[in-house]
């Protein structure tokens, strides 16, 4: 996937968070080392580059979390509302590229 298509991407995740400022998401994020976090919260703000959620913690505290659309467009993050995901996997589109035909080598 060429960068100009990454950034169209982009682009269009950043349109679709700002209709939903001041909804309840659902975010599962993998932080790496199999450690995958989900939680629940409220979609505060929106800016050029990274989304902040406002997500619940224990005791009715909350805590801001920060994450990047490029997360989002690789499958790091996923985002849901009402069980519903809100962008379909967009690593299915590279692996589409990817799997285009090789040429055989010869090895000597």
Known sequence: MDLAKQAKIVDSI?????????????????MGRSK?????????QVHPQLFI?????KRGRTARQSYQYVDVLTGMVELSQNGEPLFAPFIEEIAAEEEAPVEERVLI
């Open 36 to 44: 995958i976090v989900e939680s629940e919260g409220v979609l505060t």
């Open 14 to 30: 950043h349109d679709t968070l700002n209709d939903f400022v001041g909804q309840r998401l659902k975010v599962r994020a993998n």
């Open 53 to 57: 959620m406002e997500v619940d913690r």
